[in-house]
């Protein structure tokens, strides 16, 4: 199998906070990511991708559009914004764990579309903490 | 027995362009945009090996023998080469990252003890990597 990943970054902020609970339990469950200020990461996140390898382009789905969907579908609706206020994340705490998830339910049928399978989304909170979602271990 | 993974890095650097040769500059300019254009990357190769431990030596493979084959295979090929113009792999085909992955995987394969090579991973900027993996290994 081959696979391919390009490695993007977006900066965000959220409020680990469930809207059903109070504030002390937020705070008892979240610790300091409950501030209701917001608190904000430099996300990294990269995106893999499988299938065949396309003989004329020699690439598995072109770079740019690869590029141009992930840009459009996450970067440019997350980056820079507070991510509580985007519809996924109404109803769902946005985790680094439930963000990867959100990623990769946006990315799956574009990038299907454009002729690719995605298998893994892995997205780094900060340098020490990755989270990773997908079909491939 | 223990099934044992272990993965060794180099570092080349190596020009390259994007073309076919049956298409014209503009087509290919057209085809590939930029890296049409000859340009260069330091590239990073992971080479993961699987196998037992020898009971005696405890190693999968000597190190020094997997460098010899990486020094042979990859380094004196690549390094501080053009892919386009110092090797044949790239007459027919764009060295894209995934083109070149496939032809690192076949050099080591041949070039290593049958069955050893687990998996490669080349890098080829900060955001960019492709990884060939043997299905059939466990």
Redesign the interface.
Known sequence: ????????RFPAAHVLAHPDLSAEENALTYGKCANPAGHGHDYGLEITVTGE?D??????VE??ALDALVSERVLDRFGHRMLNEDPDFRERVPTAENIAVVIHDALAAPIAAAGARLVRVDLHETRRNRFAYGELP | MALVRLTRAIDFSTSLRYRHPDLSEAENRRRFGRKAAQHGHNYRLEVTLRGEPDPVTGMVIDLKDLQQVLDREIMERFDHRDLNRDTAFFEKQPPTPENFVIVIHRLLADALPSGLLDRVRLQEDPDTWVELLDEAQP
């Open positions: 199998m081959i696979a391919l990943t390009r490695r993007y390898v003989a004329e382009t020699g690439s598995i770079r740019d």
